[in-house]
T-cell receptor, first 113, second 114 residues
Framework: DTAVSQTPKYLVTQMGNDKSIKCEQNLGHDTMYWYKQDSKKFLKIMFSYNNKELIINETVPNRFSPKSPDKAHLNLHINSLELGDSAVYFC????????????FGPGTRLTVT | GENVEQHPSTLSVQEGDSAVIKCTYSDSASNYFPWYKQELGKGPQLIIDIRSNVGEKKDQRIAVTLNKTAKHFSLHITETQPEDSAVYFCAASRGSGGGNKLTFGGGTRVLVKP
């Protein structure tokens, strides 16, 4: 299936731990994104990569570090998790940047206890 | 930066009726306005988009209108069906140049009652 996939779908962890979320797209897109959706459903861009190059880095704590090993993958590593990091994290991709259709992954629900 | 406001936050309609969701944006340089539908437990999915050189676009039961002067755009869903129940997001972007991004509205939860 052609799609954007994320692992894991659910992640429950304790405060202070470090965790990673992986994202892969097989659509041949050149731009990938990480979004955070809070409990009120508000969607906000965190990072954007174009051809493995970081082009958007929003006001996100530096505990969050994205990594793009190649055009098809964009991972998100989070250090020293805090309660406020609990949210659903979506990976997305597009061909040609933010003014073209973005394909979203199924999301990773992160719960920090 | 861009700010997108969306109203209403919740909308309940009877099956077969129309639903209208309105958005305003602040950045006059924005030129791309997509609408996304998010079903429970899934990622958002594009349903229709409009660019600033067009005032209206229609795709079967959904239509979008854009008023650049007033900086607002709307989503119209006609003959609503239970499967239209979801959260809908409007968004705006300046373009695909480096540093540009998609800014989302706060979402509208639509419930279609059979």
């Amino acid at each position: 299936d052609t799609a954007v996939s994320q692992t894991p779908k659910y992640l429950v962890t304790q405060m202070g731990n470090d965790k990673s979320i992986k994202c892969e797209q097989n659509l041949g897109h050149d731009t990938m994104y990480w979004y955070k959706q809070d409990s009120k459903k508000f969607l906000k861009i965190m990072f954007s990569y174009n051809n493995k190059e970081l082009i958007i880095n929003e006001t996100v704590p530096n505990r969050f570090s994205p990594k793009s090993p190649d055009k098809a993958h964009l991972n998100l590593h989070i250090n020293s998790l805090e309660l406020g990091d609990s949210a659903v994290y979506f990976c997305a991709s597009s061909l040609g940047g933010p003014s073209y259709e973005q394909y979203f992954g199924p999301g990773t629900r992160l719960t920090v206890t | 930066g861009e700010n997108v406001e969306q109203h209403p936050s919740t909308l309940s309609v009877q099956e077969g009726d129309s639903a209208v969701i309105k958005c305003t944006y602040s950045d006059s340089a924005s030129n791309y306005f997509p609408w996304y539908k998010q079903e429970l437990g899934k990622g958002p999915q594009l349903i229709i988009d409009i660019r600033s050189n067009v005032g209206e676009k229609k795709d079967q039961r959904i239509a979008v209108t854009l008023n650049k002067t007033a900086k607002h755009f709307s989503l119209h869903i006609t003959e609503t069906q239970p499967e239209d129940s979801a959260v809908y997001f409007c968004a705006a972007s300046r373009g695909s140049g480096g540093g540009n991004k998609l800014t989302f509205g706060g979402g509208t939860r639509v419930l279609v009652k059979p």
